[in-house]
């Protein structure tokens, strides 16, 4: 019973490394989401899925890319990390009106 | 543009006390309201939602939440806390596409005193 799966769970970069999160559902979902957390702002929605093929961007889009590989995956890259990408990031999927989220990414760039 | 609001960034009660965690939002349409829990290193779970029906809406661990259109609130309640209890707590609100237009609040930590 996985449900969303993460990885890593943890990850520290130097400030201009790339990387890949990698997220993958088993519900049979349609929609995944990218998230990001920091203390005292909730949760931010960084791009989102709404099918296999489609993206779009959400509020936090800028430093980011993702690929919506198949129905089951979908990632979120980091081309050139900075500092102000030190965050928590959560992917998710939605279903019976609700979303379903992994066990989030620790991500440190120094 | 929906939004949230949380008063209080952290709540301390002790154990058997009353929960409150005070949730408001804005929303252009009649919404979709959530609670979500977070505990230490993990990622969110659903405690309650109300999408129509009964505004008194009861969820997992004990908790409910009353949705109050004329206040614009969504407040969690518990009768009774647990010092399992203790972990963050999200209020989001979401229009009918629920997914793409899900807003969150920015957080309330309990803390459950012995």
């Known amino acids: 019973n996985a449900g969303v799966t993460q990885t890593p769970k943890f990850q520290v970069l130097k400030t201009g490394q790339s990387m890949t999160l990698q997220c993958a559902q088993d519900m049979n979902h349609n929609s995944m989401y990218w998230y990001r957390q920091d203390p005292g702002m909730g949760l931010r929605l960084i791009y989102y899925s709404a099918s296999e093929g489609t993206t779009d961007k959400g509020e936090v889009p800028n430093g980011y890319n993702v690929s919506r590989l198949n129905k089951r995956e979908f990632s979120l890259r980091l081309e050139s990390a900075a500092p102000s990408q030190t965050s928590v990031y959560f992917c998710a999927s939605s279903g019976q009106e609700k979303l379903f989220f992994g066990s989030g990414t620790q991500l440190s760039v120094l | 543009a929906q939004s949230v609001t949380q008063l209080g960034s952290h709540v301390s009660v002790s154990e058997g006390a009353l929960v409150l965690l005070r949730c408001n939002y804005s929303s252009s349409v009649p919404p979709y309201l959530f609670w979500y829990v977070q505990y230490p290193n993990q990622g969110l779970q659903l405690l309650l939602k109300y999408t129509t029906g009964a505004t008194l809406v009861k969820g997992i661990n004990g908790f409910e939440a009353e949705f109050k259109k004329s206040e614009t609130s969504f407040h969690l309640t518990k009768p009774s806390a647990h010092m399992s209890d203790a972990a963050e707590y999200f209020c989001?609100?979401?229009?009918?596409?629920?997914?793409?237009?899900?807003?969150f609040g920015p957080g309330t930590r309990l803390s459950v005193l012995p």
């Open positions: 989001a609100v979401s229009d009918h596409n629920y997914g793409q237009n899900f807003v």
